[in-house]
């Protein structure tokens, strides 16, 4: 039911309530019995249990538990316990993962007001929030909250703070008033207050029209438990891996079996040859070091106050096409501030930040002193004097206590030197009419030291312009005439257009003789001084970071509360609205459909006047049409889009923990600029994912190619079991993890976005793993026959030399896969952690070759001095041969252009 269209008495006949009685006791319990306490309902959780299986339904994790059976039918435990030990780490590490992540509704329950004054029998009564039900008169004043959604009968100069529902920074004027129209968004139901939002001045009474889940705020938990998450690209694509893995080990254990039998050998024999090829085809180590190169990433992250909150997300935002975000308090500084002065015909503009009283006044390029302009000085002494707010300083940060507008008018006064306390001392306040939405204005009758009274009133300029008969103009009191009226006129308009609120300043001198009894005596042939244009500014850093996003493929779509012509004016300022560029409201997003909003979204920057649901069907528009996309936000309203988006990041200062809950990231400063940080980190990790993919799996195809090559020779195993699960784990493990760590290449942020279905072997990875690992697998092959036709007794002495071959080719690979072009391409010695793991890495092959007690478990003998020489020699050969040429130039510059061609697309 629309309430807001109901009149008073409409509302208590449909809630069957009295508004001066205020429901019975015995009444109030039947309906709490009937419909529920009112709190929000959690949904049914999965057990403990549940959670931690369903850390094994990974495609990549039964590749590994497949692996595990292999190793335990070959009779090799030790590879078993090792595999097991690896997948029982991610499943731990997954389900801690994911019992911290919901939390969401436990901090929108907080959010609710523990207690609410009730009228009950006729008594107003402190009655617990989640006792509340429909019917229930309630009555609130400033600094109270909320407790449930209630349709307001009285209001007393009231303002409602509802930023953290609707995203809109400037309290709300309430009334009690019915409105007219079905399609009334949240931000214009004035005679509505919503559970969970903040008193901020005034006083009103209303009647309990929605409780608990069927509050706004209920709709929000509602969505936000219903929200799909979805998979990352990095989820996606190791799956997809994982697939291909299996496939090639089946098939290739299906492949030996059947040419050792038709070469006329034993079936079981062949059966455990197979198997060894599946074992070498499967990286065991890759989903634990895929997670160590993501949390390695978390740790930079946090020094760049950055918190990720789901290990995937670290990659997500280095793929991320569009970014939206809400304007208030993450573009925009969440604090209004006068930046523009109006008086006797001339317009000064004033700089600083926030709330913070440096700052300074400027006509056109000519700085201005106020002491000595009489006009400009008078808007902003009486601006400051006709006020309730105040500034102090806390811990080296400025704070307003007290509403918004009337901080910036104190604020634009201290900065002229004009502070709540240097005016004390000159003027005495004897009365003051507050602010009432009927009069839009606000007047306070003032006492000067020399004994002289006047008025001095501030409010809307339309209302004061109607009751002033002069005007300060060019420091001198004239008549007030049509011409000047329309200059005022002009010079709303010219501010208006800024997106600026004004707030007109006005006053009167009093004669001793002069008595004022009400508003309408003091407020009356008033004379008009001049406007104060105020915004809520943007953060400064917040253009730069837009257009390195831009420089780097990344489009910006600002999503707001506030009314459209505000958020057309930031997002200008910050050069997110291009010439030409779309702005879509509310009411017309509401009237779209997901597929017609899919035909406009790729135009349009700015969404102005949204609602929580708005802003689902915006990113679920934008994921259609192939982006991932990051939604940002600190507020409640914010929450489900978070969750929905493919990365979710919200504010850690001024954000709700509601929206900190849902999100996957989490800027500890505020600062939209941090993001643009964040993404280069996400994309250089993504880098170094592909980099140790490269070089794991070339380095198993080798593996898988040395053993299929001396089968289908007819030769005995150049590799047993135990070696290929230690080369896996360890030679081919630690200088992966040291890729995680390598530094990013200096084009990264001037790279388009990857596409959002690039494949993880895209842009010619496929082709590098195929080649090296086919010449790791050739020479390691050349140094296993050369070995045993020296000498054909000692087969274990030549799979020992196979095995060196093969650590060393990897080893000396890995510098190759610092690059996209080649191993002379980056310094090898910038990532010192890889160069220790490939010292260590020979050292623990050393030890396994000629450390006496580990020789019987890893099949290993000591090699000959002389072998070395051919073992450096044959494994220098994969990386060295391809530098330069053909195969390193032309294959990777042909798969270069499609995905030029797709990023070009997605933008």
Known sequence: MNWYELRAHEVEKKTNTNVKAGLSEQEANARLKQFGPNELQEAKRPSALVVFLSQFK???????????????????????????????????????????????????????????????????????????????????????????????????????????????????QKKADAIAGSNVGIGDQSNMAFMGTMVTRGS??????????????????????????????????????????????????????????????????????????????????????????????????IKKKSIVRKLPAVETLGCASVICSDKTGTMTQNKMMVTHLWAGGDTWQVSGQGYNPSGAFHRGQEQVNPAKVRSLYQLLTFGCLCNNASIVKKKKEYVLDGDPTEGALVAAAMKAGLSREVLAQQFHILKEFPFDSTRKMMSVIVKDSSGKRFVVTKGAPDVLLGISGSILWGDKQQPMSTLYKNEVQSAVNVLGGQALRTIAVAYKPLRDSDTIHNEQEAESNLMFIGLQGMIDPPRPEVKQAVQECREAGIRTIMITGDHKVTAMAIAKQLDILPEGGRVVEGAELMQMSVEDLESIVEETYVFARVSPEHKLKIVKALQNRGHIVAMTGDGVNDAPAIKASDIGVAMGITGTDVAKEASSLILLDDNFATIKAAIQEGRN?????????????????????????????????????????????????????????????????????????????????????????????????????????????????????????????????VFDCRSEHSIFHRNPFGNMYLVGSVIISILLMLVVIYYEPLQPIFDTMPIQARDWLLIVGLSSIPTFLLVGSLLTGGKDKKKKKPVLQQQANLK
């Open 58 to 172: 990974d495609f990549m994790v039964l590749v590994l538990l497949g692996a595990t059976i292999v190793s335990a039918l070959l009779g090799e435990m030790v590879d078993a316990v090792a595999i097991i030990a690896i997948v029982l780490i991610n499943g731990v590490l997954g389900f801690f993962q994911e019992r911290r992540a919901e939390k969401s509704l436990e901090a929108l329950k907080e959010l609710t007001a523990p207690q609410v004054t009730a009228l009950r029998n006729g008594k107003w009564i402190k009655i617990p929030s989640k006792g509340l039900v429909i019917g229930d008169v309630l009555k609130f004043g400033s600094g109270d909250r909320i407790g449930a959604d209630v349709r307001i009968v009285e209001a007393s100069s009231l303002y409602i703070e509802e930023s953290a529902l609707t995203g809109e920074s400037v309290p709300v």
């Open 204 to 301: 009103g009474i209303g009647v309990v029209v929605g409780t608990g889940m069927n509050t706004a705020m209920g709709q929000i938990a509602n969505m936000l438990q219903n929200a799909e998450e979805s998979e990352t690209p990095l989820q996606i694509r190791l799956e997809q891996l994982g697939k291909i893995l299996i496939v090639v080990a089946l098939a290739l254990t299906a492949l030996v079996v059947l040419v050792g039998v038709y070469q006329g050998n034993d079936l079981y024999r062949m059966f455990l040859a197979g198997v060894s090829l599946a074992v070498a085809a499967i990286p065991e180590g890759l989903p634990a070091i895929v997670t160590v190169a993501l949390s390695l990433g978390v740790q930079r992250m």
């Open 685 to 813: 990790i993504y880098e170094n994912i592909r980099k140790f993919i490269r070089y794991l799996l070339a380095s198993n195809v080798g593996e898988i190619l040395v053993m299929l090559f001396a089968m289908l020779l007819a030769l005995p195993l150049p590799l047993v079991p135990i070696q290929i699960l230690w080369v896996n784990l360890v030679t081919d493990g630690l200088p992966a993890m040291a890729l995680g760590l390598d530094s990013a290449e200096e084009d990264v942020m001037r790279r388009k976005p990857r596409h959002p279905k690039e494949g993880v072997f895209a842009r010619g990875l496929s082709w590098k793993i195929l080649s090296r690992g086919f010449l790791i697998g050739f020479v390691t092959l050349l140094a296993f026959i050369i070995s045993y036709n020296q000498n054909p007794n000692e087969l274990k002495y030549a799979q020992t030399v196979a095995f060196a071959t093969l650590v060393l080719a990897q080893l000396i690979h």
